[in-house]
C-alpha cells in the first residue's frame, strides 16, 4: 500500500521542516510550501490525502485557501487540517463551517500532529468508502433504457426527488427485461441501430396512446353512468313527492 502523501503549508521555514521531519519518520510522504496560492498549484498537480493548513499567511490566508480546496471534486479532494498560533474560537468555527476537519494550535507537539493526521486520514478513508457504496447502490438500483418514455420517467423522478411524497412506478410488466435484454446485446451505431431505435420508440408511443385512448374512455363511462345515477335519483325524488302529494 502506497504511503500516505501530506502537504505541510506554513510560512515558517522551522516549522515546515519539522513537521516534514517527523511525518516522514512515520513513513509518510511530504512536500512543503509556504503560501496559499502554492497549495492551490500543487494541488492541482499532485494528489494529497492529508494538508495541514496555516492560517495566518502571506497573501491568500488559510482560510481562503481551505475555501479553494473545498471546490476540488470529492474524489481528488484532501482532507484540511487548519493550524494556527492565534486561534480563536470564531477562526475555529469559520474553518469547521467552511470544511475542515479539524483546528489545531501551536506550539504544536508530536502526538498531538500524529493522531490528528491519524484520524484524518481514517476519515478520508471512510468518506471514500462510504462514496463508493453510494455508487454501487445507485448502480444496481439504476432505472436502464434509453426508450421515450424511460427519459420521461427519470425526469419525473429527478422532479419527485426532492419532495417527501411518495411515488409509485408502474407499467407494463416484461418492460425491464426486454430493456435488458437490448443492452446485454450492444447493437453498433449504423442505420440498422437507428431504425431500432425508431421502432422501440414508435411502440412505446403507440402504447401511451392506447392507454391515454382506454383512460379517456373509462372516464366517459364512469360520466354516463353517474349521470344515469344522477337521473334515477331525480326519478324516484319525483315519484315520492308525487305519491305523498
Not at 492560517?55 to 484532501?78: C, H, K, S, Y
Not at 438500483?141 to 411518495?166: D, F, H, Y
Not at 407494463?172 to 421502432?199: C, F, L, N, V, W
Not at 360520466?223 to 305523498?244: C, K, L, N, P, T
Request: hydrophobic share 35%; net charge neutral.
Amino acid at each position: 500500500m502506497k504511503p500516505a502523501r501530506i502537504l505541510i503549508v506554513d510560512d515558517e521555514p522551522l516549522i515546515r521542516q519539522s513537521l516534514a521531519g517527523v511525518l516522514e519518520d512515520e513513513g509518510y510522504q511530504t512536500h512543503a510550501v509556504s503560501t496559499g496560492e502554492e497549495c492551490c498549484e500543487e494541488i492541482a498537480r499532485a494528489a494529497y490525502d492529508v494538508v495541514l493548513l496555516d492560517v495566518w499567511l502571506p497573501g491568500m490566508d488559510g482560510l481562503e485557501t481551505l475555501a479553494r480546496v473545498q471546490e476540488i471534486p470529492f474524489a481528488n479532494r484532501p482532507v484540511v487540517v487548519i493550524v494556527s498560533g492565534h486561534g480563536t474560537i470564531e477562526t475555529a468555527v469559520r474553518a469547521t463551517k467552511l470544511g475542515a476537519f479539524d483546528f489545531i494550535e501551536k506550539p504544536l507537539t508530536i502526538d498531538k500532529v500524529m493522531l490528528v493526521v491519524k484520524n484524518a486520514l481514517q476519515q478520508r478513508r471512510l468518506e471514500r468508502e462510504v462514496e463508493r457504496f453510494k455508487e454501487s447502490g445507485r448502480e444496481q438500483l439504476r432505472i436502464i433504457g434509453e426508450s421515450v418514455p424511460m427519459k420521461a420517467l427519470r425526469q419525473q423522478l429527478a422532479l419527485m426527488a426532492a419532495t417527501n411524497g411518495r411515488v409509485l412506478i408502474y407499467g407494463e410488466s416484461g418492460t425491464r427485461i426486454r430493456t435488458q435484454r437490448a443492452q446485454s446485446y450492444p447493437y453498433k451505431e449504423d442505420r440498422g441501430g437507428d431504425r431500432q431505435h425508431r421502432m422501440e420508440d414508435a411502440q412505446a408511443q403507440q402504447k401511451m396512446r392506447r392507454c391515454r385512448e382506454i383512460l379517456t374512455e373509462a372516464l366517459a363511462e364512469r360520466r354516463h353512468w353517474e349521470q344515469r345515477v344522477s337521473q334515477g335519483s331525480d326519478r324516484a325524488r319525483d315519484a315520492h313527492h308525487q305519491g305523498g302529494a
